[in-house]
């Protein structure tokens, strides 16, 4: 069958952390470092929490310390006082950290609906997204989005992406999911029997068993031979 739905993670796929928020987030608790240095650290970082134990074992939201932790250790910022981590938890719950956009994604979305697909987001998510892809100025380029915290359910469980293709009225042969997490988008979007593509950036995966893609412009041109 053809694809007609594309499942989207957002994090990492659509929306990016706003490193340079982080650094002067940073700066007010007496840290010095770039912006960049942090952005450079993040995919080494997401590369490492992939691991099945791990997932299996903590929820987005237990790893979201933990993950900015190890950032700041190798962009060579260990001793991150609490408070700093703690107005960066508020900043998140509030409004979301992950809030930048590469100009890419507005046109691919773009392209892709062009295309005729239907456009689902589905991500582990603390109820903002929303809101977030409002402020963004995504709302209107996705049909659907699915925010796990309004759910009560996150992925890798497949009745996440069981009630995402219900409520957008996909189906699963003809759907892909695109995420940025082995364990969580790959193998919970197989779980569920939807075919699945790992966006990998930095090729840090290649030895994985499944398509992978660097930016969405590749995903325009990966479809159809999907």
Known sequence: MSIRSIFLDAGGVLVNPNW?????MLSRHGITVAAD???????????ALDRAEYV?????Q??????????FERAGCAKVPQEALAELNDYQAEFNLWESVDDEVYSALEALREQGYKLVVVSNSNGTLHRSFTRLGLIDKVDFIFDSHEYGVEK??????????KESKSIADETIHVGDFYHIDVMGARSANIQAVLFDACGLYTDYDCPRIASLN???GLLPTL
């Open 20 to 24: 340079q928020r982080v650094s002067e």
């Open 37 to 47: 240095l942090l952005s450079s650290a993040e995919p080494y970082i997401k590369h």
């Open 62 to 71: 237990d790893r979201f310390i933990t993950y900015l932790e190890m950032i």
């Open 156 to 165: 890798p469980d497949p009745s996440f992406f069981h009630l995402a293709l």
């Open 218 to 220: 590749e995903l325009v």
């Open 56 to 60: 299996q074992a903590t929820s987005d």
